[in-house]
């Protein structure tokens, strides 16, 4: 269940991140293309400086199940909002 959770939502999350961003953050909040791929590029900055750190972190409390579904929850809100 916990592989199926992470490629479902990657699944969604590339393809997200890859066209519909841009085009959402262009249209809707009036972002140059260039601005929009800086934007654009931010997910992966951070998921880079933080994913040792907090993959420390749950290697110590444990819980992935739980982290795992927390982050499919958080992308569901935050695909929500986008839609909005």
């Not at 959402?24 to 931010?42: H, P, R």
């Not at 409390?61 to 839609?83: H, P, Q, Y």
């Amino acid at each position: 269940m916990i592989v199926l959770s992470c490629v479902l939502l990657y699944c969604v999350l590339f393809p997200f991140l890859s066209n519909i961003c841009n085009l959402m953050l262009q249209e809707k909040y009036g972002y140059t293309e260039n601005q929009a791929a800086s934007a654009n590029f931010l997910p992966y900055l951070i998921s880079a400086f933080l994913s040792a750190p907090l993959g420390f972190m749950i290697d110590k409390v444990g819980k992935r199940a739980l982290v795992i579904m927390f982050s499919s929850l958080m992308m569901t809100v935050s695909m929500i909002i986008c839609m909005i």
